[in-house]
Protein backbone atom coordinates (compact mmCIF):
# COMPACT_ATOMS: atom_id res chain seq x y z
CA UNK A 1 0.00 0.00 0.00
CA UNK A 2 2.98 2.52 0.44
CA UNK A 3 4.15 2.48 -2.70
CA UNK A 4 0.73 3.25 -4.11
CA UNK A 5 1.49 7.04 -3.13
CA UNK A 6 4.75 6.67 -4.17
CA UNK A 7 4.37 5.81 -7.89
CA UNK A 8 1.90 8.75 -8.12
CA UNK A 9 3.26 11.93 -9.81
CA UNK A 10 3.45 15.39 -9.06
CA UNK A 11 0.15 16.17 -11.58
CA UNK A 12 -1.98 13.44 -10.01
CA UNK A 13 -1.07 14.58 -6.79
CA UNK A 14 -1.86 18.44 -7.09
CA UNK A 15 -4.82 17.51 -9.14
CA UNK A 16 -6.30 15.31 -6.73
CA UNK A 17 -4.69 16.90 -3.59
CA UNK A 18 -2.96 13.53 -2.67
CA UNK A 19 -0.76 14.88 0.64
CA UNK A 20 1.82 12.05 0.73
CA UNK A 21 3.03 13.23 -3.22
CA UNK A 22 3.65 16.64 -1.20
CA UNK A 23 5.47 15.51 1.57
CA UNK A 24 7.74 13.21 -0.82
CA UNK A 25 8.47 16.16 -3.38
CA UNK A 26 9.62 18.44 -0.18
CA UNK A 27 11.82 15.42 1.06
CA UNK A 28 13.06 15.20 -2.75
CA UNK A 29 13.74 19.19 -2.69
CA UNK A 30 15.05 19.47 1.24
CA UNK A 31 13.65 21.21 3.67
CA UNK A 32 15.96 24.56 3.84
CA UNK A 33 15.74 24.89 0.27
CA UNK A 34 11.96 24.70 0.63
CA UNK A 35 11.65 27.19 3.31
CA UNK A 36 14.10 29.54 1.76
CA UNK A 37 12.62 29.52 -1.67
CA UNK A 38 8.78 29.89 0.33
CA UNK A 39 9.67 32.70 2.27
CA UNK A 40 12.34 34.59 0.10
CA UNK A 41 11.25 33.89 -3.48
CA UNK A 42 7.53 33.74 -2.85
CA UNK A 43 7.50 36.44 -0.13
CA UNK A 44 5.95 33.65 2.35
CA UNK A 45 7.01 36.90 4.57
CA UNK A 46 4.79 35.21 7.82
CA UNK A 47 7.36 31.75 7.92
CA UNK A 48 9.46 31.47 10.98
CA UNK A 49 12.88 29.63 11.24
CA UNK A 50 12.31 29.46 15.12
CA UNK A 51 9.59 31.34 17.25
CA UNK A 52 9.20 30.72 21.22
CA UNK A 53 5.74 31.12 22.49
CA UNK A 54 4.94 31.96 25.83
CA UNK A 55 5.18 28.77 27.31
CA UNK A 56 8.43 28.13 26.29
CA UNK A 57 7.49 26.05 23.01
CA UNK A 58 9.41 25.91 20.08
CA UNK A 59 7.58 26.54 17.17
CA UNK A 60 9.40 26.31 13.42
CA UNK A 61 8.17 26.80 9.75
CA UNK A 62 11.20 24.62 8.66
CA UNK A 63 9.18 21.18 8.47
CA UNK A 64 6.88 19.01 6.53
CA UNK A 65 4.00 19.74 8.89
CA UNK A 66 4.06 23.46 8.07
CA UNK A 67 5.98 23.10 4.40
CA UNK A 68 4.27 20.20 2.45
CA UNK A 69 0.57 19.90 4.69
CA UNK A 70 0.00 24.22 4.80
CA UNK A 71 0.05 24.08 8.55
CA UNK A 72 2.64 27.53 8.92
CA UNK A 73 3.05 28.92 12.73
CA UNK A 74 1.37 31.90 12.14
CA UNK A 75 0.05 30.93 8.62
CA UNK A 76 0.11 33.27 5.56
CA UNK A 77 -1.87 35.96 4.03
CA UNK A 78 -4.37 36.49 1.49
CA UNK A 79 -1.99 39.00 -0.01
CA UNK A 80 1.34 36.96 0.42
CA UNK A 81 -0.73 33.97 -1.67
CA UNK A 82 -1.94 35.91 -4.72
CA UNK A 83 1.44 37.06 -4.90
CA UNK A 84 2.99 33.99 -5.14
CA UNK A 85 0.49 31.87 -7.34
CA UNK A 86 0.45 35.62 -9.80
CA UNK A 87 4.24 34.33 -10.19
CA UNK A 88 3.18 31.22 -12.43
CA UNK A 89 0.66 33.70 -14.39
CA UNK A 90 4.06 36.14 -14.99
CA UNK A 91 5.97 33.99 -16.41
CA UNK A 92 7.98 33.45 -13.19
CA UNK A 93 8.37 36.27 -12.00
CA UNK A 94 7.19 37.12 -8.87
CA UNK A 95 6.03 41.31 -8.14
CA UNK A 96 5.42 42.39 -4.79
CA UNK A 97 1.15 42.40 -4.07
CA UNK A 98 -0.10 46.21 -4.15
CA UNK A 99 -3.58 46.98 -3.61
CA UNK A 100 -3.23 50.55 -6.26
CA UNK A 101 -1.44 51.20 -8.83
CA UNK A 102 -1.59 55.42 -9.38
CA UNK A 103 -3.72 58.14 -7.78
CA UNK A 104 -4.27 60.94 -9.90
CA UNK A 105 -5.71 64.52 -8.45
CA UNK A 106 -9.00 65.93 -9.78
CA UNK A 107 -6.79 68.02 -12.50
CA UNK A 108 -5.27 64.52 -13.73
CA UNK A 109 -2.09 65.22 -12.37
CA UNK A 110 -0.53 61.88 -10.71
CA UNK A 111 -0.01 62.45 -6.77
CA UNK A 112 0.68 59.02 -5.98
CA UNK A 113 2.99 55.98 -7.94
CA UNK A 114 3.13 52.65 -6.48
CA UNK A 115 5.63 50.91 -8.18
CA UNK A 116 6.23 47.10 -7.94
CA UNK A 117 9.55 45.47 -6.69
CA UNK A 118 9.91 42.44 -9.30
CA UNK A 119 12.29 39.55 -9.68
CA UNK A 120 12.66 36.00 -11.50
CA UNK A 121 12.03 33.43 -9.17
CA UNK A 122 11.44 30.39 -11.32
CA UNK A 123 12.67 29.31 -15.10
CA UNK A 124 9.88 29.31 -17.74
CA UNK A 125 10.04 25.53 -17.96
CA UNK A 126 9.15 25.40 -13.97
CA UNK A 127 6.65 27.69 -14.77
CA UNK A 128 5.17 25.61 -17.60
CA UNK A 129 5.17 22.53 -15.66
CA UNK A 130 3.13 24.45 -12.69
CA UNK A 131 0.52 26.14 -15.17
CA UNK A 132 -0.09 22.55 -16.51
CA UNK A 133 -0.45 21.17 -13.21
CA UNK A 134 -2.91 24.04 -12.12
CA UNK A 135 -4.81 23.68 -15.30
CA UNK A 136 -5.26 20.29 -14.44
CA UNK A 137 -6.64 20.92 -10.77
CA UNK A 138 -9.16 23.34 -11.93
CA UNK A 139 -10.12 21.30 -15.36
CA UNK A 140 -10.49 17.56 -13.53
CA UNK A 141 -9.00 17.56 -10.07
CA UNK A 142 -10.51 19.81 -6.75
CA UNK A 143 -10.63 23.34 -8.05
CA UNK A 144 -13.38 21.78 -10.73
CA UNK A 145 -15.90 23.91 -8.69
CA UNK A 146 -14.04 27.55 -9.84
CA UNK A 147 -14.06 26.58 -13.74
CA UNK A 148 -15.46 29.64 -15.49
CA UNK A 149 -16.92 29.12 -18.91
CA UNK A 150 -15.09 30.67 -21.71
CA UNK A 151 -12.90 31.56 -19.27
CA UNK A 152 -8.97 30.13 -18.84
CA UNK A 153 -8.47 28.94 -14.71
CA UNK A 154 -5.88 27.89 -12.97
CA UNK A 155 -5.51 26.66 -9.41
CA UNK A 156 -5.26 24.87 -6.11
CA UNK A 157 -7.34 24.35 -3.63
CA UNK A 158 -6.17 23.31 0.43
CA UNK A 159 -8.05 22.66 3.20
CA UNK A 160 -6.48 21.91 7.00
CA UNK A 161 -8.64 18.94 9.52
CA UNK A 162 -12.00 19.18 9.54
CA UNK A 163 -12.37 22.19 6.72
CA UNK A 164 -10.96 24.48 9.66
CA UNK A 165 -9.33 26.36 6.98
CA UNK A 166 -9.95 25.99 3.12
CA UNK A 167 -8.38 27.87 0.46
CA UNK A 168 -8.46 28.31 -3.25
CA UNK A 169 -5.57 30.51 -5.05
CA UNK A 170 -5.54 30.95 -8.47
CA UNK A 171 -5.93 33.16 -11.43
CA UNK A 172 -7.48 33.63 -15.21
CA UNK A 173 -5.59 35.72 -17.96
CA UNK A 174 -6.58 38.77 -16.07
CA UNK A 175 -7.24 38.27 -12.29
CA UNK A 176 -4.90 36.44 -9.41
CA UNK A 177 -6.65 36.05 -6.15
CA UNK A 178 -6.90 33.63 -3.51
CA UNK A 179 -9.42 32.81 -1.39
CA UNK A 180 -9.56 32.20 2.27
CA UNK A 181 -12.64 30.56 4.32
CA UNK A 182 -12.12 30.08 8.02
CA UNK A 183 -12.13 30.93 11.77
Known amino acids: RANYY ?31 FAKNK ?6 V ?46 REARTFTKVYNSDGKLVL ?19 YCLDNVVKEGTGTPADIAGQHVAGKTGSTTSNKDRWFCGYT ?3 TAAVWCGY
Open 6 to 36: YTRNILFGLTQSVNTVSVHTLNTLGLEYSFD
Open 113 to 131: SNDQDSRQVMSQKAVDYMN
Open 49 to 94: ERYVNSNGTVLTDLGIWPLAMGAPTFGVTVREMSAAYASFANGGVY
Open 42 to 47: FGLDHL
Open 173 to 175: DYY
